[in-house]
Each structure stands twice: as C-alpha cells, then as structure tokens.
C-alpha cells in the first residue's frame, strides 16, 4: 500500500510569497494530522481533520496559516504571506478511525525555506 | 494534556553496545505508548506501541520498551546497537478519550563505529 505522500519534497522561496504544501493520505484513513518540525520547537500538531472537517486548529500559528481538506484523498496547508521564521519541516499523517490507539502514518516531510 | 519528555536530546554509544533511551510522561491516567524512528530526510516510522497487558513491548529491529505505571515511564532498549540505528528516536502519548499524540522533543541516537 502506498503511505502518506507528500509534495513537494523542498521548497524555497523569497518571504512574503505565498506557499501551499500537498497531503495524500492513505487510503481509508478518516484522521489528517499537519505537524511542523523544527530544532527550537520539535514537533508541533498544528491542526487535525476528521472525514474531512477541521477538528483542532488550536495549533496553527497565526493567520497566515491555513488548512483545507476538500475531499477524503487530499489537503493543503498554506502559508500567506510567508516569512523566514516559517521555515521548518511540515509532515502530514494519517491514522485509520482516529482512534487514539492506532499508530499515526507519517509522509516523509516538507522541507521549507523562507529566505 | 499530556506532556512527555525525554531528558536525553543526545545519545552517543558504541557498535554493539547496549542503548537505552529514556521517556516519562507527566499523567497516571490509561494511556497509549508509542516509540516513532526518524532516519535522516524522511518521516516518523512506528517502532513499536504499548496499548495493553505485558509491560515488555517488542518492536521491529530489535528494540523493546518496557511500561512501568508506578514511575510513568516507557522507556526504549536494544542490547546491541548498529550503525543503521543512528537516527531520531521519538517517545509518544495518547489518551483513550482523545485523538491526538503527544510527542516527545526526541532523542538523537549516534552509533559510534
């Protein structure tokens, strides 16, 4: 089975430009989780989905962050205006039922830079 | 919520000595135990998970852990350790009423040759 795909890989761009990260989840999994990766901080939940819906969103930074999830195979996480602190590693996963005994599937990672 | 730490951020350790990578968690409530490997450039991979019954978890690659309720701990062993072991070792947490995990700030395992 494929896992949790990610695009793109890497990323750069020049500050105050917008960015849009990718997330398919695997197939059949109700529950999308959006994490950022960085040394100062770890790894911080941003914002979860159920069959879709945003259930937490208690994460996300600020207002330039947002998150969408238009149907079961796919969601975004984008940032506008972006700005140099933003840079970080963003990893999508998925679990199955979203019950909190299932393990989490993760996608091998954003890698963004904000210059 | 809960909060997990992991007091050791760096581990050092020879070939084929033995590891240990320590993980508390601050609740006595039920909880769920997961230890997550990150090999550079890629994602969180599940090592193993404790969700019930023998305290002593097995995992892929030799780890195990051990829960301990008294202490609030679960912490990661492997008696013999290999160069491809050098990576991130992550210690998560889960209650049964919730969805979501908690993570630990991770633990960098190196494996000296």
Known sequence: DAGVIQSPRHEVTEMGQEVTLRCKPISGHDYLFWYRQTMMRGLELLIYFNNNVPIDDSGMPEDRFSAKMPNASFSTLKIQPSEPRDSAVYFCASSPQGKSNQPQHFGDGTRLSIL | ?113
């Open chain 2, 1 to 113: 919520a809960q909060s997990v730490t992991q007091l050791d951020s760096q581990v050092p350790v020879f070939e084929e000595a033995p590891v240990e990578l320590r993980c508390n968690y601050s609740s006595s409530v039920s909880v769920y135990l997961f230890w997550y490997v990150q090999y550079p450039n890629q994602g969180l991979q599940l090592l193993l998970k404790y969700l019930s019954g023998s305290t002593l978890v097995k995992g892929i690659n030799g780890f195990e852990a051990e829960f301990n309720k008294s202490q609030t701990s679960f912490h990661l062993r492997k008696p013999s350790v290999h160069i491809s072991d050098t990576a991130e070792y992550f210690c998560a947490v889960s209650e049964p009423t919730g969805n979501q995990f908690y993570f630990g700030t991770g633990t960098s395992l190196t494996v000296i040759p």
